[in-house]
């Protein structure tokens, strides 16, 4: 193992059970490395080789995800941590090695050269709050989730008891009422009713525990006192998850740059004389959800701004699905506008400026009707090697 004076990366690839390590000089001089399990006695030993340099930077990837366990205990002990999104080191890898086959050591070399390379990478700050939200909000999605699964076989079941089956939004109560008017003569009829009333059963269950993580989550954003709740077709749910996936809004400086995260802005695939936009299938597909669901709800009601701004998309010849994407795009704008007006109230200052910075998002409105462009793309990334180094206490 090479040890030199000056600041490093350390480059990481995650895992559940390991991590591999790169240390990277800045100018990208491979200095070690390693391979560590990630019980205490190897995360002691991986922090114990990092000592032998003065100031380092833990670039681990993905920690929205697979990375966020151990990038959750690098913080717990003092270290200073960026994210690496796993496209940012994929394409890293393309570009080192002229190929894309994976392994563990090149994944944490990909993941070291992209935090030696680029400037901007988000530092991950320890937000209990923002984890206890994320914590509720993906058990809620799990009791919705375990609830469509079970009236989906509940339809099943009714439909070979009752012809034409039940409506589509059949509570629970509901499906008890209709299987009581049903007596089924023979065995697999009287089975097939058993099974229903037990899902009946499970149905009602899962009501009670649906309402009760609703209580739990309006509680928790009571105190973080969010406007994302005044905007029509959100709720606790949707409220929860943008706040735990976008955690602080100034690291997006514009709204167009919110609305390429969120995956409602299209993509430019013009070409030549042909000027044309294609719908984005990246971005975070939780937060695009969010927004699809506040799309739909807003198109329920003819009263509703969103609902006005779709018809008169449609009126000037899009496509039903054309009009919702940029319903989509325009929404996105909005909810960007609420979480910067949250940071301006609660006069919080972020690392990425002040609050209330809206010089590129301030004509957005809190209405669709406002204008902005529904075919806003952001700008180009910033890729000056100057990742800021953390000096070891």
Request: a positive charge.
């Amino acid at each position: 193992m090479t040890v030199e004076e000056g600041p490093v990366v350390i480059g990481m690839d995650p895992h559940k059970r390991s991590v591999t390590i790169e240390v990277m000089a800045a100018d990208e001089t491979v200095l070690g490395g390693g391979r560590y399990t990630t019980d205490v006695e190897g995360f002691a030993a991986m922090l114990a080789q990092v000592q032998a340099w003065p100031e380092w930077t833990w670039a681990v990837e993905g920690c929205n995800g697979i990375g966020r366990h151990v990038a959750n205990r690098l913080i717990a002990a003092g270290e200073h941590v960026v994210d690496v999104p796993p496209k940012l080191s994929a394409r890293a890898r393309v570009f080192a090695t002229g190929q894309g086959r994976k392994t563990d050591a090149t994944d944490a070399h990909s993941v070291a050269l992209v935090g030696t390379r680029m400037t901007g990478l988000r530092p991950v700050v320890r937000d209990t709050q923002r984890e206890v939200l994320r914590i509720l909000v993906d058990r809620r999605r799990a009791i919705g989730e375990e609830h469509t699964y079970k009236v989906n076989q509940l339809h099943a079941l009714v439909l070979e008891l009752i012809p034409g089956g039940a409506k589509r939004d059949l509570s629970a109560a509901q499906a008890r009422r209709l299987l009581a008017s049903v007596r089924p003569r023979d065995v697999a009829g009287k089975t097939r009713k058993r099974v229903a009333m037990k899902l009946v059963v499970d149905l009602e269950r899962i009501y009670a525990r649906k309402k009760a993580a609703n209580k739990e989550l309006l509680t928790l954003l009571a105190e973080v006192d969010t406007a994302l709740l005044t905007l029509h077709g959100i709720g606790p749910s949707g409220a929860a998850r943008l706040l735990a996936e976008v955690g602080d809004i100034t690291r997006f400086p514009d709204r167009a740059q919110f609305a390429s995260w969120t995956g409602t802005a299209p993509i430019d695939a013009s070409s030549g004389d042909n000027v044309r936009h294609r719908l984005s299938r990246g971005g975070n597909r939780k937060i695009n959800r969010v927004l699809h669901i506040m799309a739909t709800v807003q198109l329920r009601t003819r009263t509703t701004e969103g609902r006005a701004y779709y018809d008169r998309k449609v009126a000037t010849g899009k496509a039903p699905n054309e009009a919702m994407r940029c319903l989509k795009r325009r929404l996105s704008d909005i909810v960007y506008r609420a979480l910067l007006d949250d940071l301006s109230r609660h006069a919080v200052t972020g690392p990425g400026g002040h609050p209330g910075n809206g010089s590129d998002s301030s004509a957005t409105g809190s209405q669709p009707v406002t204008g902005s462009s529904d075919k806003s793309l952001p700008g180009p990334a910033n890729t000056k090697r100057t990742t800021p180094l953390h000096q070891a206490s």
